[in-house]
């Protein structure tokens, strides 16, 4: 059973950053992808960005593409998010997710996961 745990959520001011993090773990898991989702009060859950486990190959939302970052580390099961230029508009909770299935067609849609984390809260202030 493969377990997320997330965390480095918090409040932030406008301008700042932040590093969020999610490990893996549990017996025996195979882990295709990894990445990133948020949810915004009101709002529905959107892709951020996730990373091919096999391949490193990153993705992107188009409109999280310069301000943020993700990156792994293989050793500790960790994936990463770096959130740079933050704006009130990234208040989300950040769930972190995981696809222990091969063959995942696209990586922006959240059914092609099928482990997610608890969340952590991020918010910033203008």
């Known amino acids: 059973q493969l377990q997320l745990i997330e965390s480095g959520g918090g409040l932030v001011q406008a301008g700042g950053s932040l590093r969020l993090s999610c490990v893996a773990s549990?017996?025996?898991?195979?882990?295709?992808?990894m990445g990133w989702f948020r949810q915004a009060p009101g709002k529905e859950r959107e892709f951020v960005a996730t990373?091919?486990?096999?391949?490193?190959?990153?993705y992107y939302a188009n409109s999280m593409k310069g301000r943020f970052t993700i990156s792994r580390d293989i050793a500790k099961n960790t994936v990463y998010l770096q959130m740079n230029i933050v704006t009130p508009e990234d208040t989300a909770v950040y769930y972190c997710?995981?696809?222990?299935?091969?063959?995942?067609?696209?990586?922006?849609?959240?059914?092609?996961?099928?482990?997610w984390g608890q969340g952590t809260q991020v918010t910033v202030s203008s």
């Open positions: 990373i091919n486990w096999r391949s490193g190959r990153l």
């Open positions: 549990g017996r025996s898991f195979t882990t295709y992808a």
């Open positions: 997710a995981a696809d222990s299935s091969p063959g995942i067609v696209n990586y922006g849609l959240g059914t092609e996961y099928d482990h």
